[in-house]
């Protein structure tokens, strides 16, 4: 286990009639950063205002800096939270927003003040103190309420889809400075969004909240190559499904007969997912697929085929996209094939 | 076309709201006025020179008025904001319910309330006093007030304070650092309608006050009676005066403090 | 489980004074109590009260004159609200001063309704400069009228401040979604103004008129300045009764006052069961 950070262990929270969370584990070291992503009801929000102890939980401990602080009020727990869109106090000025958790701690002026400008410094708005919280744009509001959450020295920042409420413009500026912010300060850092390319780009690891509890925590590469459940691999947008069945270390589907790849143990009727980027279509008159449409995306092109009868997505070369109608090869890279047990 | 229209209707506005003062002014000095001369034929200036020289009651009626209606808007304001806030942390029916109960105090005729409450104040030794009457003039103010605060704090955005809290603050912080402090144009605001329902009352002081509490409503109201428009005019007009100020004030003070999102 | 106890505990401390009074008065009422020497409770003094013909024409009156000015007031405040609310300076000019006479003193509105409307007031003196009159018998009585077009009109005047607010803010907070919407449907200005602005106002200012309706059925000071003597508005009558030199029938001015307590409850409770039919406006 890690000194500080966060350890979640059981935790068990009703949403009035609804199931809710339940058997929720897990842990976020020192500087590490994970994303809790999840479709929208599905609790996020609810996990993150539990562990700061905004909301009552059932059953479970949370624990901070190796601290139990389960029954701990809000105020005590080294938890800050920020809300999607975290409000500055309006009656209070930049700096003393900034100032906010050092006054109630009583720490002396002349730090306060010191340590407010480093923040404020390290935030990029430098000048920015005497300022009224609605003079700001978006960015620099958003920017504040980091610098006065990192101003708490919490071990743990909660932060509730930090990025989506911004401009994509402004993305950018915020992710930059909230990087900077746990470089320099190290706090253990749980965000919780809806956006996988988001919690791809922020976090160390990913753990996705599915029906009420945690269907896996991986690093992105990982839970992207190898999601653990049919369930998992849905909810990423992966395409291509076929069934099919493993036979002497072979998966035998519609689409012919693949080598299982090393280091997985699979045997009996399963689905096979052939992840769209490792599929190429090859132009060629005598192709066995057909090209049923194309489909333009700002990452790349792909075409969606149909061989024996099986659709599927394939990544094509953008020099040469072929037509809807025309016939194609398919190359399919076995290495990336993923094989799930089918859901009941 | 149009716009001759909404001229028009502009004028009738802006010519109602503001011409009832200037009649008041005028009524206020009216000396000799016969029939159908728009204007009074004499000026007599006697109901402001005796007033500021202490021969009229309105003078003293006011300064009367004016502690009445400070302490009504200050204590129905204190009692009224942690009511509100119990109230608007309901749910369903007991939030209708609470608020239905602080309705009562704000819909009963304050005729009625006045009877009932005229020997019960009597019989505890309030009747015809200054704190008699102050308790009255809270009845419906504490109603009101809850009512406004209700409706402020059950759309009350929680955020801040939710922040306020992981920040580090324990409830009390949050109260005084926080909630009060965002709070503070409501609560002023709140404090002036208490002022001004004490400071246009009638029936509760008449009744509770025994007419022995000389407030400027009842003073004004006595010269209505016994006819005496001028000093009438007068007095209305010092009625009319604070609420105006207290008007303008606000539209001054009505740069919002909101909450900001980021 | 704590929180609402707690909650309508306090509701109860700002309720309690109005239980006192309504306790007081119901005891008052049946003789249990009272400004004439306690006799023991019996009903009689209610019914003899309540059958009398003069205390229904005051109901009545007072009825109708909370009514007449309750929705003079009101379609005067729609029709400026819908027509003023732009950002011009004619808009603005138009809302700032039609709030003037938002905080002033009821009171003063019942001088400036004898100063205006009565026999000699202002109005019967520009009739004549405008040659409609002759003589100040020739002016209609206004005052202490038996139809009280005077008291409903001063009560409009005030009133209309607060309702033109309200309907303002209605606006601001959804009117112009609404209007485009019916707007881009092909919904012509005039049938806009009668199909969704008007409908959406009136509903938002549905509770504020209920509570202008009821503050006015029981005002005190406006009536008594500007309502007949035959038949007494009904918190004219109230008073009068109280301060009756017959002692006996001091304590009929109970009756008088839970039948106004009554009355005003049987506004709020018909709203709420009018509001719980219609369904929500923030759908």
Not at chain 1, 28 to 42: D, L, P, Y
Not at chain 1, 226 to 254: Q, T
Not at chain 2, 51 to 59: H, K, Y
């Amino acid at each position: 286990m890690t000194t500080g950070g966060l350890v979640v262990g059981g935790l068990e929270i009703g949403f009035g009639d609804a199931p809710g969370l339940r058997a929720i584990s897990f842990s976020v070291a020192r500087a590490e950063r994970v994303a809790v992503v999840g479709a929208s009801g599905s609790g996020k929000t609810t996990l993150l205002r539990a562990v700061a102890g905004l909301v009552p939980i059932h059953r479970g401990t949370v624990v901070v800096g190796s601290r139990d602080v389960t029954r701990l009020p809000p105020e005590l727990r080294g938890a800050v939270y920020l809300h999607q869109s975290p409000v500055l106090f309006p009656h209070l000025t930049v700096g003393e927003n900034v100032a906010f958790a050092l006054r109630l701690r009583r720490v002396p002026e002349r730090e306060t003040l010191k340590r407010v400008q480093e923040l404020l410094t390290a935030v990029g708005l430098p000048d920015f103190a005497p300022r009224a919280p609605r003079s700001l744009s978006g960015g620099q509001r958003h920017r504040v309420a980091l610098a006065r959450a990192v101003a708490a020295a919490p071990e743990v920042l909660l932060l509730d889809e930090p990025l989506s409420a911004l401009d994509p413009t402004l993305r950018d500026e915020v992710r930059v400075a909230l990087l900077g912010l746990q470089a320099e300060y190290s706090p253990a850092l749980l965000l919780v969004t809806h956006d996988l390319d988001e919690a791809a780009l922020m976090a160390d690891r990913i753990a996705v909240l599915l029906n009420g509890t945690l269907a896996q925590v991986a690093p992105p590469a990982e839970l992207f190559q190898r999601p653990d459940s049919l369930a998992v691999a849905r909810f990423l947008g992966m395409r291509n499904e076929i069934p099919g069945r493993v036979r002497s270390g072979r998966f035998e589907c519609a689409l012919g007969s693949f080598p299982v790849p090393a280091g997985i143990s699979a045997a009996g009727e399963l689905v096979g997912i052939i992840p769209v980027d490792a599929v190429d279509v090859v132009p060629s008159p005598s192709g066995s697929a057909r090209v049923l449409g194309v489909i333009h995306r700002v990452q790349g092109t792909s075409v969606l085929v149909s061989r024996n009868g099986v659709e599927l997505e394939a990544r094509a070369a953008a020099s040469s996209t072929p037509k809807a109608g025309e016939t194609v090869d398919l190359r399919i890279y076995p290495e990336r094939l993923i094989l799930l047990p089918a859901i009941a | 076309m149009r716009s001759r229209l909404r001229l028009l209707m502009a004028g009738v506005v802006i010519l109602s709201a503001a011409l009832p003062f200037a009649v008041l002014a005028v009524g206020s000095v009216a000396g000799e006025w016969r029939w159908p001369a728009l204007v009074p034929s004499a000026i007599e200036g006697d109901a402001w020179t005796a007033t500021l020289a202490g021969g009229t009651r309105l003078g003293p009626a006011l300064l009367y008025s004016l502690a009445l209606g400070l302490a009504t808007g200050v204590l129905g304001t204190c009692v009224a904001l942690p009511v509100g806030r119990a109230i608007a942390e309901l749910h369903g029916w007991r939030r209708h319910l609470g608020a239905g109960m602080v309705f009562l105090p704000v819909a009963a005729p304050p005729i009625a309330l006045g009877t009932g409450l005229q020997l019960t104040s009597l019989s505890v030794g309030l009747g015809g006093t200054f704190q008699g009457v102050l308790l009255a003039h809270l009845i419906p103010t504490t109603g009101y007030l809850s009512l406004f605060f209700v409706g402020i704090l059950s759309v009350w955005d929680r955020r801040a304070e939710d922040e306020a809290r992981t920040l580090g603050a324990n409830p009390r912080q949050v109260l005084t650092r926080v909630t009060l402090p965002m709070l503070r144009p409501s609560i002023a605001a709140a404090a002036a309608l208490g002022f001004l329902i004490s400071w246009g009352q009638v029936p509760l002081t008449l009744l509770v006050g025994r007419g022995r509490v000389p407030t400027l409503p009842l003073e004004v109201f006595g010269y209505v009676q016994s006819g005496q428009e001028r000093f009438a005019a007068a007095g209305a007009l010092l009625l009319a005066l604070p609420p105006l100020l207290a008007l303008g004030a606000a539209r001054l003070a009505a740069r919002d403090v909101d909450v900001v999102p980021v | 489980m704590r929180r609402s106890w707690k909650g309508l505990a306090a509701a109860g401390v700002v309720a309690a004074p109005v239980g006192v009074g309504v306790v007081y008065a119901a005891a008052a009422a049946v003789g249990l109590v009272g400004v004439s020497r306690p006799d023991g409770a019996s009903g009689q003094r209610v019914a003899r009260v309540l059958a009398e013909p003069a205390v229904w024409e005051s109901t009545l009156w007072s009825l109708w004159v909370a009514s007449a000015s309750t929705i003079l007031a009101g379609a005067a405040a729609l029709g400026t609200a819908a027509v003023f609310r732009g950002p011009g300076r004619l808009d603005r000019s138009a809302r700032s001063a039609a709030v003037l006479p938002l905080p002033i003193p009821h009171l003063v509105a019942g001088v400036l309704g004898l100063l205006i409307l009565g026999q000699s007031g202002l109005l019967g003196r520009a009739a004549y400069a405008l040659r409609l009159v002759q003589a100040p018998a020739d002016v209609p009585a206004l005052v202490y009228d038996g139809w009280g077009v005077g008291l409903i009109l001063t009560l409009a005047w005030k009133e209309f401040a607060f309702l033109v607010l309200v309907a303002w803010s209605a606006l601001a907070e959804r009117g112009a979604a609404l209007e485009e919407a019916a707007r881009t449907l092909g919904a012509s200005p005039g049938q806009t103004f009668r199909r969704v602005t008007a409908p959406v106002l009136l509903r938002a200012m549905l509770p504020a008129g209920v509570a202008v309706f009821t503050f006015i059925l029981g005002s005190f000071e406006v009536a008594a300045l500007l309502g007949p003597s035959d038949p007494l508005p009904l918190p004219v009558l109230t008073l009068e009764r109280y301060t009756d030199a017959d002692l006996g029938r001091r304590s009929d001015a109970f009756v008088l006052a839970l039948l106004g307590i009554g009355l005003a409850a049987l506004a709020v409770g018909g709203h709420e069961w009018a509001r719980s039919r219609w369904p929500d406006l923030e759908g």
